[in-house]
């Protein structure tokens, strides 16, 4: 089966520009979720999907920053405008509502000069 | 609120030998508690698990025991491989509906 699969898998860009990465869950999965991991903070939640439907935004770092989900097999993880310090990997993952096992994808390791 | 504390890293072996990375929690309720691996350059996978208090997960070589007791649930290695160079993540999850809480993660690395 195909696992959660994540584009970019690298991406650098210049600061200023527009940064989107894309996510795609495993077929049937109902969460999903976005995740930051950074040396200095460690593994962060940004935000999370469940049918479709963000349920928690509060990690989401600023405004620069967006994310949606138009269907069950889709979602983006927008920057505008990037800056430097938004360089991380930035993990999707997803998990069904009865399953508390959540499953990553590769990451896209994202680098703003 | 909930929270999940690891030792920190990097904790460096020798081949073959043995490997704790301890893991505590606090948790409202009874949390589902998960150790997930990530190898260079690759996403998280699952581990191990344990649903409820004394179950045991195990895997690769890996293994855990759920202690309630001591809201622990300590990685333990009889002995390791240069291959089980990575960090090490402990989280935990209350119900279906929230999602895990994440350890800060230890860096292992094992030396031939």
């Known amino acids: 089966d195909a696992g959660v699969i994540q584009s970019p898998r690298h991406e650098v860009t210049e600061m200023g520009q527009e940064v989107t990465l894309r996510c795609k869950p495993i077929?049937?999965?109902?969460?999903l979720f976005w995740y930051r991991q950074t040396m200095m903070r460690g593994l962060e939640l940004l935000i999370y999907?469940?049918?479709?439907?963000?349920?928690?935004d509060s990690g989401m770092p600023e405004d620069r920053f967006s994310a949606k989900m138009p269907n069950a097999s889709f979602s983006t993880l927008k920057i505008q405008p990037s800056e430097p310090r938004d360089s991380a990997v930035y993990f999707c993952?997803?998990?069904?509502?009865?399953?508390?096992?959540?499953?990553f994808g590769e990451g896209s390791w994202l680098t703003v000069v | 609120g909930d929270s999940v504390t690891q030792m920190e890293g990097p904790v460096t072996l020798s081949e073959e030998a043995f490997l704790t990375i301890n893991c505590t929690y606090t948790?409202?309720?009874?949390?589902?508690l998960f150790w997930y691996v990530q190898y260079p350059g690759e996403g998280l996978q699952l581990l191990l698990k344990?649903?409820?208090?004394?179950d045991k997960g195990s895997n690769k070589g890996f293994e855990a025991t759920y202690r309630k007791e001591t809201t622990s649930f300590h990685l333990e290695k009889g002995s390791v491989q240069v291959s089980d160079s990575a960090v090490y993540f402990c989280?935990?999850?209350?119900?279906?509906?929230?999602?895990?809480?994440f350890g800060k993660g230890t860096r292992l690395s094992v030396i031939a």
């Open positions: 948790a409202t309720g009874y949390p589902s």
């Open positions: 993952a997803s998990r069904t509502s009865s399953g508390n096992t959540i499953y």
């Open positions: 344990a649903t409820k208090a004394d």
């Open positions: 077929s049937g999965h109902d969460y």
């Open positions: 989280a935990l999850s209350l119900s279906g509906n929230t999602p895990l809480v």
């Open positions: 999907f469940n049918n479709n439907v963000p349920i928690d």
